[in-house]
T-cell receptor, first 114, second 111 residues
């Protein structure tokens, strides 16, 4: 069982470069989330989606965009990377929101912006 | 804005000790509280609590929710080095579906 798969696992970007992180889930979940995790800050919600074709802002959305064109995929884009976006990024998915089931996490993407 | 606060931020104990981790919350449209364990990579699910006063138990781990006082505790008895991890709690907002996490408690078990 693949569960939630994130690609890439590691990436180094130069300031100003762009990139897209891909999250794919094979559990037919409606809800998907992107978080960033920084030391001492816990998991902070960037954007999330409650179904195919929908997206919503989380706690720290600035500098990021997302798309949910297919139910199984949730893409996180950085249009012009900044050093402040150096972080570990986690994607998660859940069925009927986290209200009925727990959120399942991908293994994370470690992004460094230099 | 929804808020989930965990304490302590870090805890160091000896193997065999019992620990209690705390999680308080202020979440609009509260429905449940979730506990996760995070070792080196992705958080893994431990418990979901929806009702006050009903303990959930899994081996040496147990958790309970108090919806009147807006907090939950996670107990670990007879701790082992494999319990060393960051423990996270989270709560979803039933209205806007955001899932808010606390900053976590880093637990270190000394052999």
């Amino acid at each position: 069982n693949a569960g939630v798969t994130q690609t890439p696992k590691f990436r180094v970007l130069k300031t100003g470069q762009s990139m897209t992180l891909l999250c794919a889930q094979d559990m037919n979940h409606e809800y998907m989330y992107w978080y960033r995790q920084d030391p001492g800050m816990g998991l902070r919600l960037i954007h999330y989606s409650v179904g195919e074709g929908t997206t919503a802002k989380g706690e720290v959305p600035d500098g990021y965009n997302v798309s949910r064109l297919k139910k199984q995929n949730f893409l996180l884009g950085l249009e012009s990377a900044a050093p402040s976006q150096t972080s570990v990024y986690f994607c998660a998915s859940g069925q009927n929101g986290p209200l009925n089931t727990e959120a399942f996490f991908g293994q994370g993407t470690r992004l460094t912006v230099v | 804005e929804d808020k989930v606060v965990q304490s302590p931020l870090s805890l160091v104990v000896h193997e065999g000790d019992t620990v209690t981790l705390n999680c308080s919350y202020e979440v609009t449209n509260f429905r449940s509280l979730l506990w996760y364990k995070q070792e080196k990579k992705a958080p893994t699910f431990l418990f979901m609590l929806t009702s006050s006063g009903i303990e959930k138990k899994s081996g040496r781990l147990s958790s309970i929710l108090d919806k009147k006082e807006l907090f939950s505790i996670l107990n670990i008895t007879a701790t082992q080095t494999g319990d060393s991890a960051v423990y996270l709690c989270a709560s979803p907002n039933f209205g806007n579906e955001k899932l808010t996490f606390g900053t976590g408690t880093r637990l270190t078990i000394i052999p």
